[in-house]
């Protein structure tokens, strides 16, 4: 109508604010529920922790900042496809195709509720699998990957450390995934700060 100024509704951001009711670890009996928004913060702390560790002990010219957004995003999608246990998603190629084909519907069903002029911002943060292939997300993204595993690592330490032998086995498997990574930093993460999350708070306030 003439002179009516449409009121357009975005619900891109109200969606991940949803990500609070997404619970993970759902096959595992855990002391300490976990949702994805949670562990979604936490990877941007290791992500930009383990990118700022490069940069300083080993050479790296890492984007901390733009590194720590990616992880903020990493698990966007499951607003609507939920979080996927891990033994049942990597249960065999078929399943995992599936899956990835959900993520990726879902990426775009998400990217869809973004502003025009906002699209391109996000949908990279999003789908950084996207990105060209000289993209500098690309090398990032790979660090996010690592805290993401990491942060995993720390959840069972956590929980073994409660007296929870639900994780003993699964702290394990992540602890040779994580070796496995090669990577330098994640190394020294493990060797000089993870040991903090295996103490109570006592043991933490002591050492200060």
């Known amino acids: 109508m003439k002179g009516v100024t449409l009121k357009l509704s975005y619900h891109f951001s109200a969606y991940l604010y949803r990500l609070q009711y997404i619970q993970r670890w759902s096959l595992m009996r855990s002391t300490a529920p976990e949702n994805v928004a949670e562990h979604s913060f936490h990877v941007a702390l290791l992500t930009h922790m383990l990118c700022s560790i490069g940069n300083v002990h080993f050479g790296r010219s890492l984007n901390a900042e733009r590194a720590a957004t990616l992880a903020l995003f990493h698990d966007a999608s499951e607003v609507f496809t939920g979080d996927i246990a891990t033994p049942v998603k990597y249960n065999n190629p078929r399943l995992l195709t599936s899956f990835r084909e959900m993520e990726k519907v879902a990426a775009d069903r998400l990217t869809g509720m973004i502003p025009s002029e906002l699209k391109s911002i996000y949908t990279q943060l999003i789908r950084p699998e996207d990105s060209p292939p000289d993209s500098e997300d690309i090398l990032l993204h790979s660090y996010v990957k690592a805290a993401d595993r990491l942060d995993a690592y720390l959840k ?38 993870a040991p903090s999350f295996e103490m109570s708070l006592d043991e933490l306030s002591a050492g200060n």
């Open 156 to 193: 069972c330490v956590w929980e073994v450390a409660a007296g929870n032998r639900e994780f003993a086995a699964a702290k394990e498997q992540t602890a040779a995934k994580l070796r496995g990574l090669d990577l330098q930093e994640v190394d020294y993460f493990l060797t000089h700060m």
